[in-house]
């Protein structure tokens, strides 16, 4: 019964979307020629870069703020241990991570780097090395402590974009309004972080809860 | 490259996912159900601002930031769902069934 | 033609979403999901989002992948042991 009813209102649901998204569009636009026009002031060749940091740079914050808080929530639901039992039973994996390590770290750093003028970022880069973090995890190379090393790497990311927040409301601008011809070095710094952050809570979420502690614990 | 298939199959991708949704009770379809239905709104946000001769930055971005959120949810959802079982041995929405 | 590379990537999607809903067995619904992220992959490149599609790539398809894997073996195996403990019980 429920699964006939839930068909029905699926199918209304999409009928009204269908005819919604087919409707006469006004000319397209939106704030492409807006967004373009300022590039250089906003401190990055790549529009989409410069909008995430530039123009709603506010909202970006708050999305790294929404990876810490995620975080900490799946840590406060469980535990689990630091080390991973099976491995020692991946010896193909040991191999391929010795060769294809390196590359992910090197090639999530230049995504981040390359984030400012091509398609890229600070996202895109820490996923990337998140990837390589779950491999090494599955092979047993990557077992972390709950410490004070882990933790400040989780909340390096939001700490830096407050700070440069902060900052730009102290110089006397409003929130987040970088400073002539600084723009692109803050992006900068600001990504950095962030890559750490991003790469560090999705490898945690990979873990599915709080993992042992440093040496304190027996 | 006309975005007009990719609009329906957005309002599709929605539809699928919502009728997921509503009828399965096990948590893990559930979490697959909301991740389908966040992809079809992905899939409406690009392609509408794919319409003109340059792509429109600014749902681009706010996508990006959908799909990290929608990780983060996804990882907690499951997280949650666990714990659920963990706790009382079931990962299902409801008592109906024994 | 390149018109109608758009409306094959279009169905795809619409069916692989199909099977990650309806198909009975959890794990091949989650790969189904997976397969479903790479092709959106593509779409976002076809629609000229590449920042999108390096991030749906890694993470929206990659690491929720993964994320999803681990969790369904965890929550299996709970299963199979509360089975095993109950058949201990009962037998």
Not at chain 2, 73 to 80: I, S
């Amino acid at each position: 019964m429920r699964r006939h009813i839930s068909s029905v209102v699926a199918f209304v649901v999409f009928a009204v979307l269908a005819w919604g998204v087919t409707a006469e569009w006004t000319e397209p636009g939106g704030l492409v020629s807006e967004a373009r026009a300022s590039l250089d002031r906003a401190g990055a060749r790549n529009p989409v870069t410069a909008v995430l940091l530039s123009y709603r740079g506010y909202d970006t914050l708050l999305e790294v703020g929404v990876l810490l808080l995620a975080i900490a929530s799946v840590w406060s639901l469980r535990r689990v241990p630091s080390t991973e039992p099976h491995g020692a039973e991946r010896p193909l994996l040991g191999a391929l991570l010795e060769l294809i390590l390196p590359l992910v770290v090197v090639a999530g750093g230049y995504l981040l780097w390359i984030g400012s003028d091509l398609p890229g970022g600070a996202f895109q880069g820490g996923a990337l090395i998140a990837g390589g973090l779950v491999l090494a995890r599955l092979r047993g190379a990557y077992e972390p402590r709950d410490g004070v090393w882990l933790r400040l790497g989780l909340v390096a990311g939001l700490l830096v974009f407050v700070g440069v927040a902060a900052g730009t409301l102290a110089a006397g601008g409003r929130l987040l309004e970088y400073p002539e011809g600084r723009a692109s070095s803050l992006i900068l710094l600001i990504e950095g972080a962030a890559v750490v952050s991003i790469a560090l809570t999705l490898g945690a979420m990979y873990l599915g809860g709080r993992p042992d502690r440093g040496s304190d614990e027996p | 490259m006309s975005p007009d298939p990719y609009l329906l199959a957005g309002a599709a991708l929605f539809a699928i996912g919502l009728r997921g949704l509503l009828a399965h009770r096990n948590l893990l379809r559930c979490l697959l159900a909301i991740n389908v239905m966040g992809s079809g709104v992905f899939l409406v946000f690009i392609a509408i601002g794919a319409r003109g001769p340059l792509p429109d930055p600014v749902p681009q971005a706010m996508v990006l930031t959908g799909i990290v959120v929608s990780v983060c949810a996804t990882g907690l959802g499951l997280a949650l769902a666990e714990r659920l079982q963990e706790l009382t041995g079931r990962a299902e929405l409801g008592e109906d069934d024994p | 033609m390149l018109a109608l590379l758009d409306v094959l990537l279009a169905l795809s999607l619409v069916v692989l979403a199909w099977g990650a809903m309806a198909d009975p067995d959890l794990f091949r619904a989650v790969v189904k999901l997976i397969t479903l992220g790479m092709v959106m992959a593509l779409v976002w490149v076809r629609l000229q989002a590449t920042d999108v599609a390096l991030a749906e790539a890694a993470v929206g398809s990659g690491l929720t992948g993964a994320l999803l894997l681990s969790s369904l073996r965890r929550m299996r195996g709970r299963e199979a042991e509360r089975d095993g403990a109950r058949k201990g019980q009962g037998g």
